[in-house]
Nanobody, 124 residues
């Protein structure tokens, strides 16, 4: 069983930055692709970013490309999401997810484990 714990959410003004972290308890973390998703009130959970097992391939939603950066530290079993130039429309609960495969995916249905989420609120 893999447990994922997100941290780093909070309230920030538009244009500000936050860095989310997701710590994994899984012994196979270095073999798992990792993703970040978000869900705003009344909306579907949507893809934000993903990274492959080694950190050499990354994927982003068009809405965050150029502003967000996903990275991972396999020695620390942790994946990060650096969020810059935040906008009010980035407000959501952000979820970390892991999949058995080492290759990143944009589909939430292809992830096997999920964290509890961390709230990000961007004020205008």
């Amino acid at each position: 069983q893999v447990q994922l714990v997100e941290s780093g959410g909070g309230l920030v003004q538009a244009g500000g930055s936050l860095r989310l972290s997701c710590a994994s308890s899984g012994r196979t973390f270095s073999a798992n692709a990792m993703g970040w998703f978000r869900q705003a009130p009344g909306k579907e959970r949507e893809f934000v970013a993903a990274v492959n097992w080694s950190g050499t391939s990354t994927y982003y939603a068009d809405s965050v490309k150029g502003r967000f950066t996903i990275s991972r530290d396999n020695a620390k079993n942790t994946v990060y999401l650096q969020m810059n130039s935040l906008k009010p429309e980035d407000t959501a609960v952000y979820y970390c997810a892991a999949r058995f495969s080492g290759y990143g995916s944009r589909s939430k249905n292809e992830y096997d484990y999920w964290g509890q989420g961390t709230q990000v609120t961007v004020s205008s």
